[in-house]
């Protein structure tokens, strides 16, 4: 994959002189090439001709509802955290909805993020990891490599911001219940997909990438300076201090509660 990726990448780092549109168009080319080799992988070495619906992307009213209920979850949920953050007054609202230029940039933005991570992180990586271990082993593995290289960073940079690291380990957790939540056979679970669908995890990814793109760029809100960063985020976080955590953590849990009872929707 390198090798098809990078011809096309070096000219873009040289040619490009800002850093975050590099990081865009390579990133970008990169999951392109993913999706090419992917589909080979699929059949030369799974002897899978619909690899990407074994890993749960189908194109369905179901996935689509769910994918629509991920946002409003994932949304929702990281306004109200703020919002319990702002009557205990550790942040004072500075506006009371960004731009709409801001508001649609973070949803394309974070709808390309979340389905480029859950087809890697809960598509194919969960995918490969099924194959050989149990249900349990996989459920932590594929968090905890998510959380893993989501955390590449300097040896300080990961002392100073450790707390972010069970945040993440927590978000992954949630989405890949969300994931199985849709593959439990109640109502009937879907049999293109009987690992569960992607739709939930995508727009669950979606939504708190969206809220938080538009609560930081548009300057929502002003942190107050008596309150600890631990216990508000690290570097403005709102996932990586002592409230997030518990916040995700029960995010988590109801996503665990609905992985065993089943899909949210009782019809496709």
């Known amino acids: 994959m390198v090798g098809v990726w990078l011809p096309f990448a070096a000219p873009i780092a040289l040619l490009v002189r800002d850093a ?24 030369r070495v799974q002897g899978d001709r619909r690899i990407f619906q074994t890993y749960g992307l189908v194109f369905s009213k179901q996935n689509g509802r769910e994918l629509l209920l991920g946002l409003a979850i994932g949304l929702l949920s990281l306004f109200f955290l703020f919002g319990v953050q702002s009557s205990l007054g550790w942040v004072e609202w500075q506006a009371f909805a960004p731009s709409l230029r801001i508001g649609l940039e973070g949803g394309v933005m974070a709808l390309g993020i ?21 249900p349990k082993t996989v459920l932590w593995a594929d968090s905890l490599i998510f959380a893993c290289l989501h955390f590449i960073k300097s040896p300080a940079e990961i002392i100073r911001t450790f707390p972010q690291f069970p945040g993440l380990v927590l978000l992954g957790l949630a989405l890949v219940w969300a994931k199985r939540s849709t593959a439990v056979p109640r109502p009937v679970a879907d049999p293109r997909c009987p690992q569960g669908r992607l739709g939930l995890a995508i727009g669950l990814h979606a939504g708190l990438v969206w809220g938080y793109y538009m609560v930081n760029v548009g300057n929502l809100i ?47």
């Open 20 to 43: 975050n549109q590099v990081t865009i168009f390579t990133m970008s080319l990169l999951f392109v090439a993913f999706l090419l080799l992917i589909r080979v992988w699929g059949k």
């Open 222 to 268: 002003r942190y107050s300076s008596r309150v600890p960063m631990l216990l508000t985020g690290i570097d403005r976080n709102p996932l990586s201090g002592a409230i997030g955590l518990l916040f995700l953590g029960g995010l988590a849990s109801l996503m665990a509660w609905q992985s065993r009872r089943g899909s949210f929707f009782f019809d496709r």
């Open 114 to 134: 979340g389905f480029a991570e859950e087809l890697v992180f809960r598509g194919w990586i969960y995918d490969e990891l099924r194959r050989d271990y149990s």
